[in-house]
């Protein structure tokens, strides 16, 4: 399972990216079943949206994200990448940190503060250049939301 959907390409390495794109979603323990589109176990993060289903301003998002919590996407195209951004809300004062396997080495780590509405926290990120997945692991206190991220 990719990000990619149907397209047999990477993604463009740039750009804006929306959370409900992920491929892996976990929590500290693992992942979970779902059941009638609500999470079985409440400390895992699930995928939600605002208000009702629409043809326009979409808001899906991963919502409760905790210590341990991991966000998945495969694949990118990337070239020359110096940074990365990501948009979230939450109760959270932690980290987002970002690798590109499961258990790898940090590309970057993007500090988290506590905010009601969505904010765009951004690090320096150092990546190769080349097809990479990115995994986004919340480390802290408290819950995210992960709304998005950007790759510059």
């Known amino acids: 399972m990719t990000s990619c959907r149907l397209n ?5 390495g740039k750009g804006e990216y929306p ?23 409440e400390s895992h993060p699930y995928f939600t949206q605002e208000s009702g289903d ?26 020359e990448v110096s940074k990365i951004s990501v948009k979230v ?6 980290e987002l940190q970002v690798s590109t396997t499961t258990s790898g080495e940090k590309v970057t780590r993007i500090p988290i503060s506590p905010e009601e509405d969505w904010l765009r926290y951004r690090a320096p990120m150092k ?22 991220f950007t790759i510059e």
């Open 8 to 12: 047999s390409d990477p993604l463009i």
């Open 19 to 41: 959370a409900y794109i992920a491929c892996n979603l976990m929590s500290r323990s693992g992942a979970v079943r779902y059941e009638f589109g609500y999470v079985v176990d």
């Open 54 to 79: 629409r043809e326009d301003n979409p808001n899906q998002n991963i919502a409760n994200m905790t210590a341990g919590a991991k966000a998945g996407f495969k694949y990118f195209d990337i070239k």
């Open 89 to 94: 809300r939450g109760t959270g004062k932690g």
């Open 127 to 148: 990546i190769n250049d080349g097809v990479n997945a990115l995994y986004f692991t919340y480390q802290g206190d408290g819950a995210i939301d992960l709304y998005s």
